[in-house]
């Protein structure tokens, strides 16, 4: 199986890479927006979910008083933010490119004349790019009628905010690559996407913001790339870290993934494998 990338090559070449991810950006962005009564059911169950963390960390608060920076307004207004990021990040899991391994429509997207990471990332940066508006914004527009919510009002806290948040998305693809790149040595990759799915969900401060867990655990979560994904930029916001430190973690974190990816592929298409026949 021979992989085509790199066939843009030069000024008008690169030009023209970028016009093609800008347009699988854009159909991706287009494709999610479709599914409108999914759309508006996710945003409310990422809300009522919301609401239940928000009472639940409330409620420790109120017996422990403020935990590592976390106060009762910064804490409510983390798990709203967090409810928001979900989806861009995919914390329920991807399994298009499992799909598509397992169908044998990878072969298609290998011979592409792109780069076949470049090509998924511009597809999760559209997706992300509808899920921010329609599924992000809800959760904490209806936390805000309810609790105390404190967001930033400098505009340059928000920018750097963007930046992290679009870093998240491109290492929570990288992510989901690596994970469902593994249906090439697998008959079923099921299995690994929840493993991961859980270790996302828990590293990243999904499940409840990682200043909740014990030092070890958390200095630990703390250095994964799962903690650059959600934890860090939610992090940014409530102004408990700094935009050099978080961009330098994403930054790191973004180099390892790829060149994880970029083996992976390389080592699963030197061999063609046909499973159940």
Not at 2 to 30: C, H, K, W
């Amino acid at each position: 199986m021979t992989q085509i990338v790199g066939g843009m090559r030069g000024p008008a070449g690169n030009l023209d890479a970028v016009r093609v991810y800008a347009e699988v950006a854009r159909r991706s962005f287009l494709r999610h927006s479709t599914y409108r009564g999914a759309t508006v059911a996710g945003a409310f169950a990422n809300t009522v979910f919301g609401f239940i963390k928000a009472y639940i960390v409330l409620a420790v608060i109120a017996q422990t008083g403020a935990i590592n920076g976390l106060d009762r307004t910064k804490a409510v207004t983390f798990i709203f933010v967090a409810q928001g990021m979900l989806m861009l990040i995919s914390a329920f899991g991807s399994t298009e490119v499992g799909d598509r391994v397992k169908d044998g429509s990878i072969a298609t997207d290998l011979y592409r004349p792109v780069d076949f990471s470049g090509y998924w990332l511009a597809a999760d940066i559209g997706r992300a790019g509808f899920l921010a508006i329609f599924r992000g914004l809800p959760p904490l527009l209806a936390g805000a009628l309810v609790f105390p919510i404190g967001l930033p009002t400098a505009t340059v806290r928000w920018l750097e905010f963007v930046v992290c948040v679009t870093m998240s998305v491109a290492l929570a693809s990288r992510w989901w690559l690596i994970v469902n790149l593994v249906a090439f040595w697998t008959v079923e990759v099921r299995g690994i996407r929840s493993l991961g799915i859980i270790v996302l969900n828990f590293a990243a401060g999904i499940l409840l913001p990682l200043q909740f867990l014990p030092k070890g655990l958390r200095a630990a979560a703390m250095v994964t790339p799962f903690a650059a994904m959600l934890q860090r930029p939610v992090d940014l916001l409530l102004g408990l870290t700094s935009f050099p430190v978080v961009i330098a973690w994403q930054g790191a974190w973004l180099v390892v993934m790829e060149s994880a990816v970029r083996f992976e592929l390389g080592a699963a298409v030197r061999k063609v494998v046909i499973q159940g026949g």
